[in-house]
C-alpha cells in the first residue's frame, strides 16, 4: 500500500485530536473531490514499518482520540488488507482509541470486509459537489454517511451519527 501523508493533531477528520493516514488509490475520482493528488495508486510514499511507528507514536499521546483513514480511498482494493491489518492491531494494543474510515463505497458495498469490525465510524459515499454542503459534519456532501459501526452491526441495519 502507498500513502502520501501522516497529519497528527487533526481536528477535521473526526471527533478529537487525530492522527490522520492518507492513503493512495481511489478508483471513484468524484468531481470536486478535495484530493485528487491521491487517487493514483502508485502515488506517495510506501507504508513501511517506519510509518507504522509514526502512527503508533502518535497513538500513545493520551490527547490522540484515535486514527481516521482517509486519502484516496483507504477500501480500494489494493489497500484492504493493509488498512484491516492495520486496524486490528491499532484495536489490540490501543482498544480505547476510535478508528474512523471515510470511503466512497457504500455500507452496502463494504459491510462484509475484514476492517469493519474494527472501525468505530465509518463515512460512506462518493462525494456528491451537487450535494455540498459545507454546514454538514464530518461529511462534503448530503448522500454521504456518518455510520455508528457498532450500533450497525448489532441492530442489523444502519445507524447514522448526529
Given at each position: 500500500?502507498?500513502?502520501?501523508n501522516?497529519?497528527?493533531?487533526?481536528?477535521?477528520?473526526?471527533?478529537g485530536?487525530?492522527?490522520?493516514l492518507?492513503?493512495?488509490?481511489?478508483?471513484h475520482a468524484c468531481?470536486?473531490?478535495?484530493?485528487?493528488?491521491?487517487?493514483a495508486?502508485?502515488?506517495?510514499?510506501?507504508f513501511?514499518?517506519?510509518?507504522?511507528?509514526?502512527?503508533?507514536?502518535?497513538?500513545?499521546?493520551?490527547?490522540?482520540?484515535?486514527?481516521?483513514?482517509?486519502?484516496?480511498?483507504?477500501?480500494?482494493?489494493?489497500?484492504?488488507?493493509t488498512?484491516?491489518a492495520?486496524?486490528?492491531?491499532?484495536r489490540?494494543k490501543?482498544?480505547?482509541k476510535?478508528?474512523?474510515?471515510y470511503?466512497?463505497y457504500t455500507?452496502?458495498?463494504i459491510k462484509?470486509?475484514?476492517?469493519?469490525?474494527f472501525?468505530?465510524v465509518?463515512?460512506d459515499?462518493?462525494?456528491?459537489?451537487?450535494?455540498?454542503d459545507?454546514?454538514?459534519s464530518?461529511?462534503?456532501s448530503?448522500?454521504q454517511?456518518?455510520?455508528?459501526?457498532h450500533?450497525?452491526?448489532?441492530?442489523?441495519?444502519?445507524?447514522?451519527?448526529?
Amino acid at each position: 500500500m502507498q500513502y502520501h501523508n501522516i497529519t497528527t493533531d487533526d481536528m477535521l477528520n473526526g471527533e478529537g485530536l487525530r492522527v490522520v493516514l492518507w492513503v493512495a488509490g481511489c478508483s471513484h475520482a468524484c468531481p470536486g473531490c478535495h484530493n485528487p493528488v491521491t487517487w493514483a495508486a502508485d502515488g506517495g510514499l510506501d507504508f513501511n514499518e517506519e510509518a507504522k511507528k509514526e502512527i503508533f507514536a502518535q497513538l500513545e499521546h493520551s490527547y490522540i482520540h484515535g486514527i481516521t483513514y482517509s486519502g484516496g480511498d483507504p477500501l480500494y482494493t489494493g489497500n484492504r488488507q493493509t488498512i484491516a491489518a492495520l486496524a486490528q492491531e491499532i484495536r489490540e494494543k490501543y482498544p480505547k482509541k476510535t478508528q474512523w474510515l471515510y470511503t466512497g463505497y457504500t455500507w452496502e458495498e463494504i459491510k462484509g470486509e475484514k476492517v469493519i469490525p474494527f472501525l468505530d465510524v465509518i463515512v460512506d459515499g462518493r462525494y456528491v459537489e451537487e450535494e455540498k454542503d459545507p454546514l454538514l459534519s464530518w461529511r462534503g456532501s448530503k448522500n454521504q454517511r456518518v455510520i455508528d459501526v457498532h450500533r450497525s452491526l448489532k441492530a442489523g441495519e444502519i445507524i447514522c451519527r448526529e
